[in-house]
């Protein structure tokens, strides 16, 4: 009881945070800018907040595809049935209904929220009340999630459907019975997942299929064997198409354009090969420090965080120190680690792309601060320090 209580009392805190920060984005945004980004970048959750105007002034009807198409069209988009178009249809039905773009921002705060619920349910499932609770104050309260759903960004809401998909599949591969309607909401989950940020889909798919194999094959009924096979075949149909056009099609967008001519460091962290998998823990503590860079001014949201994220350093060394101790569920460790390397390589360091990957990070930081000794953390806080110093020279 208390615990729930407690859980209660963080998302009730989470809440009214994020609307006071979203009224002070109200207030500052003459000085701050009203986006995350600063204005002269232009990036495609620009593209959902203009095409989704375009459509509520062209719009005949609260459904109307014609519509819907030609106002993707005049930012470049050029919409079919079968492209990532699900943020796209979301921003455009509610932006038709109430001619502003502040309600996306309330329903982001909203999916924020229930993120918090969700982590919280999926490390009391995985760990314990301890790390539970730790890991949804971090979600909670870190400056980087309260402030980004406070902005029309699709990763808050792609991060909700990751967190309820990684539930379902603990459930189904630690429990003795499969349900049909956990299997059903999984897939349904995975769906809309595929229809606004693809490539996810597949890897989700694939590590659901693959933990519940590792956990339950050696034990498996007659019964079990037949859903795992239902399993198998429908993500082999739905995968079929997906995992070459999407997952490679995001590929070749990242990995063929990169040029880290500029950047020395993201030359040496990057992995564009499998022979560049022994830059992982470099490119995974950087990933968990992103948006990170002093020398961006201080009069956007996006400079902001990028200057108050040197925070997270402790968090960034806890995640890499803990790939080396012992896991009480090791194929979901590995699996969520193989999961998040293989959004490292398909998202060539777009930050936005890391945030839905949050949660995990938190979870096993919370899972390795709670139970390591103070000589640790003292260490740890004193190596970040020092790194976070020698940042500080570097760019300054």
Not at 151 to 158: E, L, R
Not at 251 to 266: M, P
Request: charged content about 15%.
């Amino acid at each position: 009881m208390t615990s729930k209580c407690n859980i209660s009392k963080i998302c009730k805190q989470a809440f009214w945070l994020r609307v006071s920060l979203l009224l002070l984005i109200y207030l500052l945004q003459d000085q701050l800018g009203i986006y995350f980004m600063p204005s002269n970048v232009f990036h495609d959750d620009d593209k959902y907040i203009i095409g989704a105007k375009a459509y509520a002034e062209s719009a005949n009807s609260l459904f109307d595809w014609q519509a819907f198409i030609s106002s993707m069209a005049t930012v470049g988009h050029y919409a079919e049935i079968n492209d990532e178009n699900g943020w796209f249809v979301f921003t455009s039905i509610f932006m038709y209904i109430f001619h502003s773009e502040w309600i996306l921002r309330i329903f982001n705060i909203g999916f924020a929220v229930v993120s918090i619920n969700l982590l919280y349910k999926l490390a009391l499932r995985v760990f314990d009340i301890k790390v539970a609770l730790t890991s949804a104050k971090m979600l909670a309260f870190l400056p980087y999630p309260v402030l980004f759903c406070c902005f029309p960004f699709k990763d808050q809401f792609v991060m909700m459907l990751l967190l309820s998909s990684l539930l379902i599949i603990h459930k189904l591969a630690n429990e003795n019975t499969l349900l049909v309607k956990r299997i059903f909401l999984l897939i349904l989950l995975i769906t809309v997942i595929h229809f606004t940020r693809q490539g996810l889909d597949v890897l989700i798919l694939l590590l659901a299929v693959i933990y519940y194999f590792s956990r339950n094959i050696v034990k498996a009924k007659k019964s079990s064997v037949i859903w795992i096979i239902i399993i198998v075949c429908i993500g082999a149909i739905y995968c079929g198409n997906s995992l070459y056009e999407d997952v490679l099609y995001k590929l070749n967008s990242y990995l063929g354009s990169r040029d880290y001519s500029e950047s020395r460091i993201l030359s040496l962290i990057s992995i564009d090969s499998v022979y560049d998998i022994w830059k992982f823990p470099m490119s995974y503590a950087f990933s968990l420090l992103l948006p990170f860079d002093l020398n961006q001014p201080w009069n956007t949201w996006y400079g902001l965080i990028s200057s108050l994220n040197i925070i997270m350093l402790p968090f960034a060394i806890s995640n890499v120190l803990y790939l080396f101790k012992k896991k009480d569920d090791m194929s979901f460790y590995f699996g969520l680690l193989a999961f998040y390397l293989a959004v490292i390589v398909m998202s060539a360091t777009i930050f936005r792309h890391y945030y839905c990957l949050l949660p995990i990070s938190i979870l096993f930081f919370a899972k390795y601060w709670t139970y390591t000794s103070r000589h640790s953390k003292q260490f740890i806080m004193i190596i970040s320090f020092m790194f976070a110093s020698l940042a500080i020279v570097i760019y300054l």
